[in-house]
């Protein structure tokens, strides 16, 4: 009886005898590459007549032999609602492979094989299921890897191919590897050959014929009928030949080029007539007119072609003008207007600069029609006059530097490069933009193109060199010091994962020296630190390395820092905190208090602790309090810990904020010594 259960159970495991495939759902591995590096994938085709969803199928695997045989060892799920159509081919790679591999990819997984794990395509659920194809077995280590079609140890190395007589998967790995070219199911080619891989060669694909493409022979199909008049192309996992003129040769950095038709194209204002080119293999420039031979994707809404397999340079053509935009839509017709100008060349009016955080990390600046506020800032979320503007307003453009390494040396806005007196400001007016248009990462972007003219900078918002001059005696400022870690005990070093900034001193000393620089100028009596190292206020710690650092700069002032009875000399639990400076020879404390989740429940402890301080100007013995408040961000939900539900209109974790100032205020008016209060 025991042994009758047992065979039992492993049999389920297994999945003998369990789920049955139906008879319309013919898929199997029709591709598999162990090259170099990290250059792997797995590829599945759908040879049958409808669509399949691959939320009933898996790919489970083994790394190396088995723990125990016959059985997998990792679970495998396809991406949840991923669906198969018929005659198409879904590819799952390493997601550091070669960015041809990417362009053709639907899926990442990082434990691709190494040659010797086995991997299978099963029917079914874990717990019920049936396999139907697999490339290596779940029996034992093959060692290097498995012999195919007479290849020794040929699943490392080699990239192979389903031949187009196989119409259906085969569970018997011994079956399908065979033991010569003629007897197994697959063609074998050398290491990184990746000419099939997004396309299977097999039944219901047709291929190009013409093996060598010229422009004298080719028979292109126009750009605007692939990019057709919907969001998505209507020819997506075709091989297509297009002809264009080279508007933007961007593969030194963003890894392709974008093309588009001339003469106009087809003067249909609801198809675009340029296309992206991801490919930085071939030897095109700007101006060139060309045909490509490709595959037509849909990647997160925006269609490239990929997978080029061959370009010819038929001359020079002028390039298109510019699609002119005179003002960006509004947000609810954004998708509508500029989706028929993907890949084409547009140029702008002149537009604001409504943000540019990402300007020196990514090259990119957010760019609008005019001064928007937000609707929420102007009217209340909930009135009907918000939902009104919140419906007319006027969507954002990013301007980007079509380079997506991080860092970039120098900054590329403006167009000679940012230097102090070279600078871009928010609610400065550029003109002359003009790029391609691309989309991505859910934006609508220009990208930055050699041949066009940087954008004119006009400092519509100029720097002051000081504030207004208010007649007072005492200057009190705030300054978000941005995750300042000085690396030193008692904190995390530099190399810490637990370290917020710089990674090393050389960043630090950049980091330092900024900071440093911006507090002195401004000589404030008292200045409210937010976002710096929560490692104490003694020897090594990071504000007293500000007020190190200030005494040095500003002498022969000097700054101190306030300090708090905290446990572990920790203002609350994150790894960042609050904290206050003074100068001793203006202002003397008088008084101090730490308003935290122990006080009043309704300020969670989700935000970080508030300041609040006493001082007395040494001119006068007047009094007042400065509060330093750091609440929960806007940017993840507060579903989870605080049961307060994500807003679209007033950001994330509104109530949790709301709660807080109301136990703030609440606070001031029972702990603190009646005084003239300044918040932060």
Request: proline share 6%; with cysteine.
């Amino acid at each position: 009886m025991a042994s009758a259960f047992l065979r039992f159970t492993v049999a389920a495991i297994i999945g003998v005898d369990a789920a049955t495939v139906p008879a319309n759902a013919r898929l199997f591995f029709s591709g598999f590459a162990e090259g170099s590096s990290n250059n792997k994938y797995l590829e599945i085709y759908n040879a049958g007549t409808e669509s399949a969803n691959l939320g009933d199928w898996a790919f489970p695997t083994v790394s190396n032999g088995p723990t125990t045989p016959g059985v997998y060892e990792n679970w495998n799920n396809f991406t949840a609602g991923a669906l198969l159509g018929p005659g198409k081919v879904y590819v799952i790679a390493h997601g550091s492979a070669d960015q041809k591999i990417l362009d053709v990819t639907n899926q990442t997984y990082t434990y691709m094989s190494n040659g010797d794990d086995g991997v299978k395509l099963a029917y079914g659920t874990e717990a019920d299921h049936v396999y139907v194809d697999a490339v290596g077995d779940f029996q034992a280590d093959p060692g290097t890897g498995w012999d195919i079609c007479g290849e020794a140890a040929g699943t490392v190395d080699h990239t192979f191919v389903r031949k187009t007589s196989v119409t259906a998967g085969n569970p018997d790995w011994d079956a399908s590897r065979g033991t010569t070219a003629d007897t197994c199911e697959w063609v074998v080619y050398p290491k990184d050959e990746w000419k099939y891989v997004g396309v299977h060669p097999g039944e219901s694909v047709t291929m190009p014929t013409e093996a060598v493409l010229n422009c004298s022979t080719a028979s292109p199909v126009s750009i605007s009928k692939v990019q057709g008049n919907g969001s998505t192309s209507p020819m997506v996992g075709e091989v297509v030949v297009l002809k264009g003129v080279v508007t933007a040769d961007l593969q030194g950095t963003y890894g392709g080029f974008f093309m588009q038709e001339i003469d106009g194209g087809d003067n249909d204002s609801s198809t675009s007539d340029g296309i992206y080119v991801a490919d930085a293999s071939v030897v095109v420039s700007q101006g060139d007119l060309v045909v490509v031979r490709g595959m037509i994707k849909e990647n997160y809404a925006e269609t490239p072609l990929v997978a080029v397999s061959a370009v010819d340079v038929c001359g020079k053509a002028p390039l298109p003008m510019p699609y002119f935009l005179g003002m960006l839509p509004t947000r609810n017709t954004s998708k509508t207007i500029l989706e028929p100008l993907e890949g084409m060349l547009i140029m702008l009016s002149p537009v604001i600069v409504t943000d540019h955080y990402n300007l020196a990390k990514y090259g990119e600046m957010t760019l609008s029609s005019g001064w928007n506020p937000v609707a929420s800032q102007v009217f209340d979320p909930l009135s009907k006059e918000h939902m009104e503007m919140y419906d007319l307003y006027r969507d954002t453009l990013m301007l980007d530097d079509a380079n997506p390494s991080q860092n970039p040396d120098p900054v590329p806005y403006p167009g000679t490069g940012m230097t102090y007196d070279n600078y871009i400001r928010t609610g400065d007016t550029l003109t002359n933009v003009t790029g391609p248009l691309s989309y991505d990462f859910s934006k609508y972007k220009i990208q930055k193109t050699p041949g066009f003219p940087a954008p004119t900078v006009q400092h519509t918002n100029p720097r002051e060199d000081k504030p207004p001059d208010v007649k007072g005696r005492l200057i009190i400022a705030g300054f978000n010091v941005f995750n300042y870690f000085n690396g030193d005990n008692p904190g995390p070093a530099f190399s810490s994962s637990l370290n917020r900034d710089a990674s090393n001193a050389e960043e630090f000393a950049k980091q330092r020296k900024k900071t440093l620089s911006a507090i002195s100028l401004v000589d404030a009596a008292v200045v409210g630190l937010l976002e710096i190292e929560n490692d104490g206020f003694g020897v090594g710690s990071a504000v007293q390395d500000i007020v190190d650092g200030l005494k040095t700069a500003t002498a022969p002032y000097t700054y101190m820092a306030v300090t708090f009875n905290v446990t572990d000399d920790k203002v609350g639990t994150d790894a960042i905190a609050s904290a206050i400076i003074y100068q001793p020879k203006l202002v003397s404390v008088v008084g101090k208090a730490i308003l935290d989740s122990s006080l009043d429940p309704m300020f969670l402890s989700i935000n970080r602790p508030t300041l609040a301080v006493t001082f007395k100007e040494v001119f006068s013995g007047n009094e007042f309090t400065v509060v330093i408040n750091h609440l929960k961000s806007k940017g993840s939900s507060c579903v989870a810990c605080c049961a307060d539900p994500d807003s679209t209109f007033v950001g994330n974790c509104n109530g949790v904020r709301t709660n807080a100032t109301k136990a703030i205020g609440k606070w001031l008016k029972t702990t603190l010594p009646e005084a003239p209060r300044m918040t932060s």
